[in-house]
């Protein structure tokens, strides 16, 4: 694994809607690699590209030093965690139908 320090970062969640979809979601984290030799200013490079069936998670954390807890601050609320907890399973029953 390699450690990337960038600009910035960008997850994209991408649902994947071809019946003939290798997934039904697609994660794309791109990054804005520092200004450097060689490097072009606002170039954006894919760090990983990933696939799966199963609506991603995305959780944010804060590391305390002595443990990591989530930080609610920029998480789901609780009705869009709901929805999306709804959403997993209306996909489970289509994808096992």
Partial sequence: MSIIKPQV???EIQEQTDP?????W????KY????KEGVMEGSVEIA???LT???PIVRYTKD???KIVDNPKY???EKEELYRQLRRKEFQTVKDN
């Fill in 9 to 11: 970062v960008e997850i």
């Fill in 32 to 35: 804005s690699p520092e200004p």
């Fill in 53 to 55: 069936d199963h609506d």
């Fill in 20 to 24: 003939d979809a290798a997934s039904h």
């Fill in 48 to 50: 990983k590209i990933i």
């Fill in 75 to 77: 998480g789901l609320s």
């Fill in 26 to 29: 697609m994660t794309i984290v």
């Fill in 64 to 66: 305390l030093g002595d």
